[in-house]
Nanobody
Framework: QLQLVESGGGSVQAGGSLRLSCKSSGRTSLNYPMGWFRQAPGKEREFVSA????????YYADSVMGRFTISRDTAKSMVSLQMNSLEPEDTALYYC??????????????????WGQGTQVTVSS
C-alpha cells in the first residue's frame, strides 16, 4: 500500500507564497504519476496540477497556470508544489494523490486511487 503525507500548508496574505510537499512511502513510489488537488468549503475537489512518473511532463489547471510549479525529487520520494502570487481563491484543503505505477498523467479525480490526508492553505486578502 502506498502512503502519502502532505506538509507545508499555512496561512499567508494575498501575494504570498507557500511550498507544499508530499512524501510517499510504503511501496516503490518512484514510478507513480502524482497530482495535487484542492477542495474549498462547500465545493468539490478539483484538479490543480500533476506530474508524470519521470518528472518530464506536467499539467496545470488554468486558474494556477503561471503561479504554481510542480516538481518531484525521486531520491526523496517527494513531490512539491510551489505556490506563488497566492490569491484568496486559492484557499482550500490541498490533497496529494498518486496514480498506479507507470500510468499516464491524468487530471481526473477518479484516476487517483491513493490519497493523503490533506494540508490546509488559507490566503487572506
Amino acid at each position: 500500500q502506498l502512503q502519502l503525507v502532505e506538509s507545508g500548508g499555512g496561512s499567508v496574505q494575498a501575494g504570498g507564497s507557500l511550498r507544499l510537499s508530499c512524501k510517499s512511502s510504503g511501496r516503490t513510489s518512484l514510478n507513480y504519476p502524482m497530482g495535487w488537488f484542492r477542495q474549498a468549503p462547500g465545493k468539490e475537489r478539483e484538479f490543480v496540477s500533476a506530474i508524470d512518473w519521470a518528472g518530464s511532463t506536467s499539467y496545470y489547471a488554468d486558474s494556477v497556470m503561471g503561479r504554481f510549479t510542480i516538481s518531484r525529487d525521486t531520491a526523496k520520494s517527494m513531490v512539491s508544489l510551489q505556490m506563488n502570487s497566492l490569491e484568496p481563491e486559492d484557499t482550500a484543503l490541498y490533497y496529494c494523490g498518486a496514480r498506479r505505477a507507470y500510468a499516464s498523467i491524468r487530471r481526473a479525480l477518479d484516476d487517483y486511487p491513493y490519497w493523503g490526508q490533506g494540508t490546509q492553505v488559507t490566503v487572506s486578502s
